[in-house]
């Protein structure tokens, strides 16, 4: 039997249209543009605000806008996996709400959270039922409603989060493209770096743990800086090393967009020019789940069939991996 690989096959997106810039931040908390810029390489981000609308929505726009560019009829979709960190609810999942609004009626559904790095561990899952045989067709959706969880007195992490959210659809080929390697990691000791404490079963929520402003965002900054440097890097150049690539090998690095120091630490470790590396942390911010997403589907236009493009990315637990792409379509200007 010919080996079966699991394929992108096509790319959507969403961002909201409001903008919340540098300036708008210095005006809530003691910051300024300056420092962002320089710290972090943030100069604004977007932010979903209508009341009531929560990831799916984002998620429903970026499967619709898939669907119309590949041309696939919903209802042949097999199975919708949303990766996010910030679900409109507890229960049901997210991916059940995305695929319901589209027209995937025919799909299972079910979310994973992975926080930062859950696109690569949901395209991961996907690849794998796609090379069992047994799938055709199946979307990944993943990305945040981060500005949900942020706390806007809070200036160590106010100026870090945007919402965002992208969308690829996964399908086989006996050709040689698509998800050729994966590693993903997690280490628990990431716990009380990098938490919303309260609202799960451990912490329910309360008066006190909403006084205690518990069901934010909280990071201790330098603590993650310092393994999401090291642990993103070294997992992309063990996938790199693996599969016998050079750095001339490599067509794009698609890094999680979570400060562009971390983002130029991985760029020089697996030794690429800057004009390899996809980054629009500038524009967008964190997005958490969607920022390699979001990645793919502002540069899909330029990629070529035949591309190596290696995806990072480090998120909370601690969560990590990294993702050898071979991109299988050229894009097409719009
Ligand atoms: N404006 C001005 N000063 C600030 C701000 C701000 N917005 N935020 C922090 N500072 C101050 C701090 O109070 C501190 O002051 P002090 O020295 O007087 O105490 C000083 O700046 C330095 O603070 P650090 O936290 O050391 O700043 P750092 O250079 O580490 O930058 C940052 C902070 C941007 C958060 C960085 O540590 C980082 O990017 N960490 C990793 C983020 C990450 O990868 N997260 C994982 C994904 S996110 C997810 O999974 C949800």
């Known amino acids: 039997m010919e080996k079966i690989n699991a394929v992108i096959t096509g790319v959507g997106g969403y961002v909201p249209e409001d903008v919340l810039t540098n300036d708008d931040i210095a005006k809530m908390v003691d910051t300024s543009d300056e420092w962002i810029m320089t710290r972090v390489g943030i100069k604004e981000r977007r932010i979903l605000r209508e009341e009531g609308k929560g990831t799916s929505f984002m998620g429903i726009c970026a499967v619709n806008e898939l669907l119309k560019k590949t041309g696939v009829d919903a209802e042949t979709v097999e199975a919708v996996i ?166 001339d090998d490599i067509t794009w690095v698609v890094p999680h967009q979570a400060n562009l120091r971390i983002i130029d630490a991985t760029a020089k470790r697996l030794g690429v020019r800057d004009d390899q590396v996809m980054i629009n942390i500038q524009k967008y911010g964190n997005t958490s789940a969607g920022t390699i997403p979001l990645c793919l589907w502002e540069w899909e236009s330029k990629l070529k069939k035949g591309d190596n493009l290696i995806l990072a990315a480090f998120g909370a637990g601690f969560t990590w991996g990294s993702i050898y792409v071979k991109w299988g379509y050229d894009g097409k200007e719009a």
């Open 82 to 247: 949303c990766a996010t960190t910030t679900p409109d609810y507890h229960f049901p999942t997210t991916a059940s709400i995305i695929a319901y609004n589209t027209g995937c009626k025919n799909a299972f559904t079910f979310d994973v959270q992975g926080a930062c790095a859950g696109f690569l561990y949901a395209l991961e899952t996907a690849s794998n039922y796609i090379r069992s045989g047994r799938y055709k067709r199946i979307i990944v959706v993943a990305g945040d409603k981060m500005t949900a969880i942020t706390d806007y007195t809070d200036r160590n992490t106010c100026p870090l989060f945007g919402d965002g959210c992208g969308a690829v659809m996964v399908e086989p080929t006996t050709e040689n493209y698509g998800v050729m390697d994966t590693i993903l990691r997690t280490n628990g000791i990431g716990l009380e770096h990098l938490i919303m404490k309260a609202g799960g079963s451990a912490y329910p929520p309360s008066h006190e743990t909403v006084d205690r402003r518990e069901h934010f965002v909280y990071q201790d900054g330098r603590y993650v800086f310092k393994h999401a440097v090291s642990d993103m890097a070294d997992v992309a150049a063990e996938v790199v090393a693996r599969n016998g690539l050079t750095n």
